[in-house]
């Protein structure tokens, strides 16, 4: 579901393909509802060992991201601080993990790939920027633990359960429609960077 | 005091400055960082500006540390011939990191390399890592702290250039580097360059760099102009904040040097995040500490 609350994007899971298919990238947006953590090793049993994620995840959100979490009094888990990992470590397995599992929103660190692109705009999917080292903030955002999978692979690896409120701001960076911003950054930055590498030299040969 | 009474004493103040730095980052950092916002006009790169600050407030308040990745500890040390616990302060820095990860707590980084096994205790083999200069004749001691991000630390570089390739080389290595891997190591980055004779010197002294405040200058004047000139450049490549665009992506850019051989043009590049935690702490012969890098700290021991 999308709404607008104080000029504020607000998506809640479960998340259809209509509200992923009408946001595009640059968009600002907030996330109500449940998410869950994956980073390389969840991707790899998901992908690589072909194994099924333990609950359904259809129109939730995937976050790469490792917490602290701690145990809290009422036999639950409380999270200490959580931030994004770079997302790019995930972007060969990501066309089958968004393929397999049907999530809609992947938010990380950075920008991802074609394979991640092109799954996007196929099983309508899109894969947003958390901005990172905001870890306080973040875990401020979970409301409540729901639960935890495959805690063999450790602490930051395993397969986290969280409802989340208000967790942003998020920008849309690969969109259903074929824009990827991190890609078209990366080309612009490639550009005035030979700018001003030459700018840079001209003045140097007046100071040496 | 006794001997032991200073050992313990010294523990104690790491402890808390570690895990300070940790939570709050340092006086030149926020400041900075308060001029990028005030300059910056882009909405997106404003509301990044808006959450830093937003995490810095609460990571005080609640204690907890600011980025979810507290880093590697790496310290460098100043250290006078005389000072009195100069023999036991590779292990009070040590067992200081052991307890700062227990008491903060920080995450445990640290992973053995061939047995691949996270030691849990955010030390290992060379771990924490540690520089050494002494000080002749002088009996007091000086330490830099450093928590280094994974993400910072990726786009490390070192090589050695020929001469004749000059500055304008050292310009292209720099900026080659950013372009790069600059939107994922979470800027606005501080950019240390390290310029020597061989990777080895270049590398240490590209570190050294990131230990400098961000409004400091190389004592020689046409280092501190190529300073100027890669942070105006490499702000204008655009980076941004989180790689998102934006008016500035450094906090400043800090060179080091020393000579080199008439054959080679050493250059090292390291980063450091917009969480840059770094800490300079300085102690006299009795204990006694000062630090120039976080004014609102206070042993809690
Ligand atoms: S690069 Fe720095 S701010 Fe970003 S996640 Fe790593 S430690 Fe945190």
């Not at chain 1, 995840?57 to 917490?67: D, E, I, N, S, T």
């Not at chain 2, 995040?273 to 006694?288: A, E, K, P, Q, S």
Request: aromatic share 6%; with cysteine.
């Amino acid at each position: 579901m999308t709404e607008t609350i104080n000029g504020k994007t607000i998506l809640t899971t479960p998340v259809t393909e209509e509200d992923v298919r009408a946001l595009h990238a640059g968009d600002v947006i907030y996330l109500n509802g449940d998410i869950f953590t994956g980073r390389d090793d969840v991707h790899i049993r998901v992908t690589r060992e072909n194994r099924e994620l333990p609950s359904d995840v259809r129109g939730k959100a995937l976050m790469h991201a490792g917490p602290i979490v701690k145990s809290s009094d009422e036999n639950g888990f409380e999270v200490v601080v959580i931030g994004p990992t770079t997302s790019m470590r995930m972007e060969k397995p990501e066309y089958d993990f968004i393929k397999k599992t049907g999530v809609r929103l992947i938010i990380g660190k950075g920008g991802m790939g074609s394979h991640t692109a092109e799954a996007c705009r196929e099983f309508g999917a899109v894969h947003c920027v958390l901005p990172a080292g905001n870890a306080v903030v973040t875990a401020l955002c979970t409301e409540e633990v729901t639960g935890v999978e495959w805690l063999d692979l450790g602490m930051p690896e395993a397969l986290w359960s969280m409802r989340v409120k208000g967790l942003g701001p998020l920008i849309v960076t690969i969109d259903t429609g074929g824009r990827n911003l991190f890609a078209e950054k990366k080309e612009k930055i490639a550009a005035r960077k030979e700018e001003q590498i030459e700018a840079i030299s001209k003045k140097l040969v007046s100071i040496l | 005091m006794t001997k032991q009474e200073r050992i313990q004493r010294m523990t104690d103040i790491m402890v808390s400055f570690i895990g300070y730095t940790a939570v709050h980052l340092p006086d030149d950092i926020i400041s900075k960082l308060g001029e990028l916002k005030a300059a910056e006009d882009d909405p997106a790169a404003l509301s990044i500006y808006d959450m830093m600050f937003e995490n810095m407030r609460l990571a005080s308040e609640l204690g907890r540390p600011s980025c979810q990745d507290t880093g590697f500890v790496q310290y460098r040390i100043e250290c006078g011939s005389r000072f009195p616990l100069i023999n036991e302060l590779e292990e009070i820095l040590r067992s200081a990191v052991i307890k700062a990860t227990a008491d903060t707590p920080l995450r445990p980084n640290v992973v053995e390399t061939f047995d691949e096994v996270n030691t849990g205790s955010n030390t290992g083999t060379g771990a924490p890592s540690v520089s050494w200069k002494i000080i002749p004749d002088h009996d007091g001691c000086e330490i830099y702290t450093y928590l280094a991000g994974g993400g910072c630390s990726l786009p490390g570089h070192a090589t050695v250039l020929m001469p004749g390739e000059g500055y304008e080389g050292v310009v292209r290595f720099v900026l080659d580097r950013l372009a790069e891997y600059g939107q994922n190591a979470c800027p606005p980055l501080l950019v240390g360059v390290g310029i020597a004779n061989s990777v080895d010197t270049a590398a240490q002294l590209s570190k050294e760099a990131l230990f400098r405040s961000v409004y400091s200058q190389n004592p020689n004047p046409k280092a501190a102009e190529m300073e100027r000139l890669l942070e105006d450049g490499i702000n204008a490549m655009g980076i941004g904040p989180q790689g998102m665009g934006g008016k500035a992506s450094v906090l400043g850019v800090n060179i080091q040097n020393a000579a080199r051989h008439t054959a080679t043009l050493g250059v090292g590049f390291s980063t450091g995040c917009w969480t840059h935690r770094r800490g300079h702490i300085v102690f006299d012969r009795d204990i006694n500490y000062v630090t120039d890098t976080h004014s609102g700290f206070t042993c809690n021991k």
